[in-house]
């Protein structure tokens, strides 16, 4: 294994600092105050892609980039410390058309995108004229299980007819997003892992109705994550993505990557959150001594740095795992950050609002927010039990020597049923 940064990411590092040193960071300002006066998209966005796009930033996430097709070509292991740069302003990755639920779409059709899918749906989404939605979660049913979504797609001629509601749809109200891929039931009968498939649904297309946009911790999201109901939605049997039956496996497909995309921001989110706490405790006094004098800060500072550090190391284990191995074969390590990076973020983030005292609740620095986004991804993408789960039959199924074990028991006759 070797971890270690390559020429090309070493310089792409230093040109993406160079660009939110000049471009994002001061604008953090100037977004808050659109998005809470009701401008969004902010004024300023496409200004951004424009420039990223011309410095060669662009759709950095996906690595089966064609010479056709808009971006920089990296591996999982070279995107990591990129995403972990953007994972610092929670709007940046859009700037790069980085952005999730978007990437995992981009990945899914440039899989699996017939020709005229990709005329239609992909250039103009690698392109980031156009934004969409990922429809998989529904309100119902236990969705973390795929196999349980009873959204209904039926053939009737050369139609699909859709009838479900779905929740948390990310994207849903932003005003740029234009389809959604849908999953749902094709052939309940069928068996477990064949019942569903993928259709592609414009947004506008009658019978799509969103009824609200969802708050995630009393916040609401300007992109939304939206309640839909799809009631007689009717698409044309051509915006099948892939074969019927073929859903669950496309939703493993896209998965993989897009949790470990979520993971690699959630780093950056954690060393800013690391670099405020120092900051704060060298600033600040109380009973006459500096924060980082009193006993506990010195603690918190200390474990954040070891934290953060361990979840780096996994999250870039698994992303050598992806690119060597596939995305099927790094299953379980995929599993073992998408559980360890939130709760970590969620740590440090705690420690550095209460560094800040009251001021670390409120809106004068970004660590709610940064708390908000790294406790609700211990449910997307899957929840932790789920990973945990996944993780422990893993390691059941695993080879083990019965000679060797039983040495440990010295002179005592056991059997692995004992």
């Given at each position: 294994m070797?971890?270690?940064?390559?020429?090309?990411?070493?310089k792409?590092v230093?040109?993406?600092?160079n660009f939110?040193?000049?471009?994002i960071?001061?604008?953090?300002?100037?977004?808050?105050?659109?998005?809470?006066?009701?401008?969004?998209?902010v004024?300023?966005?496409d200004?951004?892609?424009?420039?990223?796009k011309?410095?060669g930033?662009?759709?950095?996430?996906?690595?089966?980039?064609?010479?056709?097709e808009?971006?920089?070509?990296?591996?999982?292991?070279?995107?990591?410390?990129?995403?972990?740069?953007?994972g610092?302003?929670?709007?940046?990755?859009?700037?790069?058309?980085?952005n999730a639920?978007?990437?995992?779409?981009?990945?899914?059709?440039?899989m699996?995108?017939?020709?005229?899918?990709?005329?239609?749906?992909?250039?103009?989404l690698?392109?980031?004229?156009?934004r969409s939605?990922?429809?998989?979660?529904?309100?119902?049913v236990?969705?973390?299980d795929?196999?349980?979504?009873?959204?209904?797609?039926?053939?009737?001629?050369?139609?699909?007819?859709?009838?479900?509601?779905?929740?948390?749809?990310?994207?849903?109200?932003?005003?740029?997003?234009?389809?959604?891929?849908?999953?749902?039931?094709?052939?309940p009968?069928?068996?477990?892992?064949?019942?569903?498939?993928?259709v592609?649904?414009?947004?506008?297309?009658?019978?799509?109705?969103?009824i609200?946009?969802?708050?995630?911790?009393?916040h609401?999201?300007?992109?939304?994550?939206?309640?839909?109901?799809?009631?007689?939605?009717?698409?044309?049997?051509?915006?099948?993505?892939?074969?019927?039956?073929?859903?669950f496996?496309?939703?493993?497909?896209?998965?993989?990557?897009?949790?470990?995309?979520?993971?690699?921001?959630?780093?950056?989110?954690?060393?800013?959150?690391?670099?405020?706490?120092?900051?704060r405790?060298?600033?600040?006094?109380?009973?006459?001594?500096y924060?980082?004098?009193?006993?506990?800060?010195?603690?918190?500072?200390?474990?954040s740095?070891?934290?953060?550090?361990?979840?780096?190391?996994?999250?870039?284990?698994?992303a050598?795992?992806?690119?060597?191995?596939?995305?099927?074969?790094?299953?379980k390590?995929?599993?073992?950050i998408?559980?360890?990076?939130?709760?970590?973020?969620?740590?440090?983030v705690?420690r550095?609002?209460?560094?800040?005292?009251a001021?670390?609740?409120?809106?004068?620095?970004?660590l709610p927010?940064?708390?908000?986004?790294?406790?609700?991804?211990?449910?997307?993408?899957?929840?932790?039990?789920v990973?945990?789960?996944?993780?422990?039959?893993?390691e059941?199924?695993?080879?083990?020597?019965?000679n060797?074990?039983?040495?440990?028991f010295?002179?005592?006759?056991?059997?692995?049923?004992?």
């Amino acid at each position: 294994m070797e971890f270690a940064y390559s020429e090309k990411t070493r310089k792409l590092v230093v040109q993406l600092e160079n660009f939110m040193d000049k471009y994002i960071y001061p604008r953090i300002e100037q977004w808050d105050k659109e998005v809470n006066s009701g401008v969004y998209p902010v004024s300023f966005m496409d200004d951004l892609k424009q420039l990223a796009k011309d410095e060669g930033l662009w759709n950095l996430f996906l690595p089966g980039l064609q010479p056709d097709e808009p971006g920089t070509r990296l591996t999982n292991l070279e995107y990591a410390p990129l995403a972990e740069i953007m994972g610092k302003v929670s709007w940046a990755s859009e700037v790069f058309n980085c952005n999730a639920p978007d990437t995992g779409n981009m990945e899914l059709l440039h899989m699996f995108a017939t020709e005229q899918q990709r005329e239609r749906w992909l250039n103009p989404l690698m392109d980031g004229k156009i934004r969409s939605g990922f429809a998989m979660t529904e309100p119902d049913v236990s969705s973390s299980d795929a196999t349980n979504i009873q959204t209904l797609i039926r053939r009737e001629g050369d139609e699909y007819v859709i009838n479900g509601r779905k929740w948390f749809i990310t994207n849903a109200a932003h005003p740029d997003c234009e389809f959604f891929i849908v999953m749902g039931l094709t052939d309940p009968d069928a068996e477990t892992h064949k019942r569903q498939s993928m259709v592609i649904v414009p947004k506008d297309n009658p019978g799509v109705d969103i009824i609200r946009n969802v708050p995630i911790f009393n916040h609401h999201s300007p992109e939304g994550h939206c309640e839909i109901v799809f009631k007689d939605v009717r698409v044309p049997a051509q915006n099948l993505l892939g074969e019927e039956g073929q859903g669950f496996a496309l939703a493993q497909a896209r998965l993989g990557p897009g949790r470990i995309h979520h993971c690699m921001r959630s780093i950056g989110s954690a060393e800013l959150a690391l670099d405020l706490m120092v900051m704060r405790a060298q600033e600040r006094k109380t009973f006459g001594k500096y924060l980082y004098e009193h006993g506990a800060l010195e603690e918190w500072i200390s474990l954040s740095r070891i934290e953060i550090d361990q979840a780096r190391l996994l999250v870039l284990n698994a992303a050598w795992m992806i690119d060597k191995l596939g995305a099927k074969e790094a299953r379980k390590e995929i599993s073992m950050i998408k559980v360890a990076t939130p709760r970590m973020l969620t740590s440090v983030v705690d420690r550095a609002m209460q560094t800040f005292g009251a001021m670390g609740a409120s809106p004068d620095t970004p660590l709610p927010d940064m708390w908000t986004n790294g406790r609700t991804l211990r449910y997307i993408d899957g929840p932790d039990e789920v990973h945990l789960r996944s993780i422990s039959r893993q390691e059941r199924r695993a080879e083990r020597s019965v000679n060797d074990l039983q040495r440990f028991f010295y002179n005592r006759k056991v059997t692995l049923s004992e």
